[in-house]
């Protein structure tokens, strides 16, 4: 048995180990992973992290996804409509977890996520007057009691009282290290290409992911992957993956180009990009930073600012817009009478009184300002310092130098993507059975039976390890490139055994046919390796999964398997002539 295993198939032996490190299988993996968590959750402050194993919700045992969604859905309250009164407006819509709006101490709305002004004071709710913000504070608990919340998990359990469903993004313990793409696990995909009446260079479409990746963080949005492409014809693209988001609120958040516009009145006086503001500070504690924070009612409040420097053009048309400005008192300080307001997306960001001294001033350096809000410090700090990168980013970045244009929009249900993954392995054991019958068929042996099966059962595992390690998630592209790549190793093992057993007519050695055989499977593995190549950018890149599949396929057999069953059906072989 000892001569069976050459050297080649120790070779074999020790790539299966690699790939079994690579995949790292795990069939006893069990129960529901957090994968990510907003870090403002009033749940991060009490321990709860991305990594953790859910055991259960209030009670409520949790074993899958289904019970995780479930359990969350209890925490919702009932809808109820809210009539809010302003001093610019009275507005009624329905609320369920908060009143979708966020108040100073002085009752003055400064955020909203309804149809309510902000900058606007309260005046009263449900008819309900509100004069203060100890008022205000005893309507929100009567109207939206706090409830509490029990998450155990395997490192311990976080109970905390809050009115918010803990956002929370979850999945299966993962039972190996193989990723699969959105044609399994659901999701939007969708494929940008930059137009332009300039030719787009790779730095643009660099800076075009930066802008992206950035935006779509903000947004609160998980699982993203964003890369570029190309096609044969030399056009770029970019292509999104986007897990849990619908295909209008991809197109939403895809349609905001970043336009950063700063005005004094209706006049534009400098935008975001290097032609105006050729200096951003970041990443600098003496010129930007989070400076202060403060507790009101219901929530913290932290400023950031940073100082930018603008281009003499753009200080220029700033002192022009400032020249005939009034100036006006305010808690005894003298501004002009027009702020200086940042937009960005036409979305007023933040306003900034602007001093006497400055008045018809052409001055270059300029600190932006503004605020961020959380329930805790740590979360006020959380979305001041998101802010603050996110205009940072903009100001250096400028508006896209071009629009986007939706060229592919994917959408794909989670149940249609375990559909598709059931089918595949379906078609992929069918096509396993049907090879095996061919051999028993052909060579009607046992003994040629089975060192073919095992062969195609190795290289499927070790082109799933090649994927684990590369971090290649697998689509319907990767999985058809497998079947190929499988398909053409079995071709090449017939081979192999056609002309050690029905070569034995000529008067060679086994050796040497055994040369021939891999003289045509090295010249078959060529052609399948450069037919694949132009797959690579085919389609912007859609196929390359299928390519990289195929290529990795083949390469694996040419180099591991096929040698090592040369070598095993060598050995078969001399036997039977003894």
């Not at 005046?123 to 409830?147: C, H, M, Q, R, V």
Request: charged share 20%; glycine share 8%.
């Amino acid at each position: 048995m000892k001569e069976y295993f050459t050297w080649k198939v120790w070779i074999l032996l020790l790539a299966i180990l690699l790939g079994a490190f690579a995949l790292a299988p795990n069939p006893w993996a069990s129960g529901v992973e957090i994968t990510s968590i907003d870090a403002s959750s009033d749940a991060v402050q009490f321990g709860l992290a991305a990594g953790q194993k859910i055991l259960s919700i209030n009670g409520q045992e949790i074993s899958n996804e289904h019970d995780v969604l479930q359990a969350l859905s209890l925490l919702y309250y009932p809808e109820q409509e809210l009539k809010v009164k302003t001093s610019e407006e009275e507005v009624t819509y329905i609320i369920t977890n908060d009143l979708g709006f966020l108040l100073d101490a002085n009752l003055s709305l400064v955020d909203s996520s309804v149809n309510v002004s902000k900058g606007s004071t309260l005046l009263s709710i449900n008819g309900e007057a509100i004069s203060d913000s100890k008022a205000f504070e005893d309507f929100y608990d009567t109207i939206i009691p706090k409830k509490v919340i029990n998450i155990k998990t395997d490192q311990g359990l976080v109970a905390y009282l809050s009115r918010e469903i803990p956002p929370i993004v979850v999945s299966e313990a993962k039972k190996t290290n193989l990723a699969f793409g959105l044609d399994f696990t659901g999701g939007t995909r969708v494929l940008l290409q930059p137009v332009s009446d300039e030719e787009i260079s790779d730095e643009d479409i660099s800076t075009l992911i930066d802008v992206l990746s950035n935006r779509l963080n903000v947004y609160g949005l998980s699982d993203i992957k964003i890369r570029s492409a190309s096609d044969w014809e030399g056009n770029k693209y970019v292509l999104v993956e986007l897990a849990g988001v619908t295909e209008q609120e991809v197109k939403s958040l895809i349609s905001q180009q970043g336009k950063f516009e700063a005005k004094v009145g209706e006049e534009v006086v400098f935008e975001g990009g290097k032609k105006d503001i050729p200096y951003v500070c970041r990443n600098d504690g003496t010129c930007s930073g989070i400076r202060n924070c403060k507790q009101s009612t219901e929530f913290w409040t932290c400023s950031f600012d940073f100082s930018i420097t603008l281009s003499q053009d753009a200080a220029e048309q700033q002192a022009d817009a400032t020249r005939d400005l009034d100036v006006v008192s305010e808690s005894g300080q003298r501004y002009l009478s027009e702020p200086l307001d940042l937009y960005l997306d036409g979305e007023l960001v933040d306003s900034l009184l602007i001093g006497e001294n400055l008045k018809g001033q052409a001055t270059t350096g300029i600190s932006i300002s503004g605020p961020g809000y959380g329930s805790t410090e740590s979360a006020a700090v959380e979305d001041a310092t998101a802010s603050m990168n996110t205009l940072q980013t903009i100001l250096i970045t400028g508006s896209l130098p071009f629009d986007l244009e939706i060229v592919k929009l994917d959408t794909i249900s989670p149940i249609m993507g375990e559909s598709f993954l059931r089918n595949m392995l379906f078609v992929g054991l069918l096509s396993i059975l049907a090879v095996g019958i061919v051999i028993l068929v052909r060579y009607k042996k046992f003994s040629f039976f089975f060192p073919v099966m095992f062969t195609l059962f190795v290289e499927l595992f070790l082109i799933l390890g090649f994927a684990a390690f590369v971090k290649w998630n697998l689509d319907i592209a990767a999985l058809a490139g497998i079947l190929a790549a499988i398909g053409t190793g079995v071709d090449d093992q017939i081979v192999i055994l056609d002309e050690a057993v029905r070569g034995r007519k000529e008067n060679t050695s086994t050796k040497e046919r055994l040369k021939r055989a891999f003289f045509i499977i090295f010249a078959a593995y060529a052609t399948t390796v450069v037919a694949m190549l132009p797959l690579w950018n085919a389609g912007a890149g859609l196929l390359r999964g299928f390519a990289l599949t195929t290529i990795a396929g083949v390469t694996i057999g040419v180099f591991l398997t096929r040698p090592a069953f040369a070598s095993f059906v060598e050995k078969i072989d001399t036997e039977k002539k003894e």
